[in-house]
C-alpha cells in the first residue's frame, strides 16, 4: 500500500508525527526487513504505516507489543480496527502485556534459547513504549539479543519528560507513577539517557542519528560512534519562531563519542 494511501486512512489518528511516519514507511521500504518489533502501538497508527510498507514490499510481518491496561487509555480507534479498515491484518500480530513489554521480551528470548544461546529474530525495531530509564533501558538489552547483526533499533520522544505531563496536572503516564520521583528524574528526559549511555556505548552500535531532536537510530554494526544531526526545514523554522520567543532548547549530545 503506497504511503499517501495509508494517509488517508489514519492521517487522524494519534500519536504519530506525519514526518516520522514517512520516515518509518519508507526506511522499511528502502531495508526491506522481514521481521520488525513495535515497543508501544497505542492505537496502532504507526503500526499501520509499517505494516503497509512490508505490504509493499511483499514480505515480512511485525509484532507489536503494549499494556492491556492500554485498552483503557486508548479505546477508539483500536489497532485491531485499523488493521481490518487497511486490510493490513495478516502483516500484524499484536500482543498485550500486564506490566511491561520486557515480559514478551523475556518470553521471545526464552523460545529462542538453545544450547545457551538466543537466535536472533528481528531485523529492526522501534521503541515507543513507556520512556522510563528503568523500563526502556532493560529493553535495549533484551531487545539487542533479538537482534540481528545488521539490523535497526528506532526510539522515539528523545527530550519528552516526565516534568511535561506533571504540569498537564497528571500523576502517571503509560503505566509510570510520577508521584516518587525525584525533581531530576522529572525533568531529565530518560529516552537520552538511554541512547546516549546504552546505545551508543555499546561495543555493537554505530551509525546514530538524531532527527528533530526527537528521534534517534542506531545501527547494529561495527562503526563510527559520531553523531548525525537532522533538522527538516519545519522543525527549523519552528525552532527558530520559538527561540525567538525566548523559549532555550536543549541539544543532546554535544559531544559525540569517539
Not at 528503568?134 to 540481528?148: I, Q, T
Not at 551508543?200 to 542519528?209: C, E, L, N
Not at 533538522?231 to 543532546?252: D, H, I, N
Amino acid at each position: 500500500m503506497e504511503f499517501n494511501d495509508i494517509k488517508q486512512h489514519i492521517a487522524s489518528v494519534p500519536y504519530i508525527l506525519p514526518e516520522l511516519a514517512d520516515d518509518l514507511y519508507h526506511f522499511i521500504r528502502a531495508q526491506r526487513p522481514e521481521r520488525c518489533l513495535e515497543l508501544g502501538f497505542a492505537h496502532g497508527a504507526s503500526s499501520c504505516y509499517m505494516a503497509a510498507a512490508l505490504h509493499e514490499t511483499g514480505a515480512g510481518h511485525l509484532d507489536c507489543v503494549d499494556l492491556l491496561e492500554g485498552l483503557n487509555w486508548h479505546k477508539e480507534p483500536r489497532i485491531e480496527e485499523l488493521l481490518a479498515k487497511t486490510g493490513l491484518a495478516d502483516y500484524v500480530s499484536v500482543h498485550r502485556e500486564h506490566t511491561s513489554y520486557t515480559w514478551f521480551l523475556k518470553k521471545q528470548i526464552e523460545a529462542r534459547t538453545a544450547d545457551g544461546r538466543c537466535e536472533p529474530l528481528y531485523d529492526f525495531c522501534f521503541i515507543d513504549g513507556a520512556k522510563h530509564f528503568n523500563v526502556d533501558g532493560a529493553a535495549f538489552f533484551l531487545v539487542d539479543k533479538l537482534l540481528k547483526p545488521g539490523g535497526w533499533i528506532l526510539f522515539d520522544d528523545l527530550q519528552w519528560t516526565y516534568a511535561s505531563k506533571r504540569a498537564e496536572g497528571k500523576r502517571k503516564t503509560d503505566g509510570i507513577s510520577m508521584l516518587t520521583m525525584g525533581e531530576d528524574e522529572l525533568n531529565q528526559p530518560h529516552i537520552e539517557l538511554v541512547f546516549e549511555l546504552l546505545v551508543m556505548q555499546h561495543p555493537d552500535y554505530s551509525d546514530f542519528t538524531i532527527k528533530n531532536d526527537w528521534w534517534a537510530w542506531a545501527h547494529k554494526a561495527p562503526g563510527s560512534k559520531s553523531v548525525n544531526f537532522i533538522y527538516s526545514e519545519e522543525f527549523t523554522r519552528k525552532r527558530a519562531a520559538q527561540q525567538a520567543a525566548g523559549r532555550r532548547f536543549r541539544k543532546p549530545f554535544t559531544h559525540p563519542t569517539t
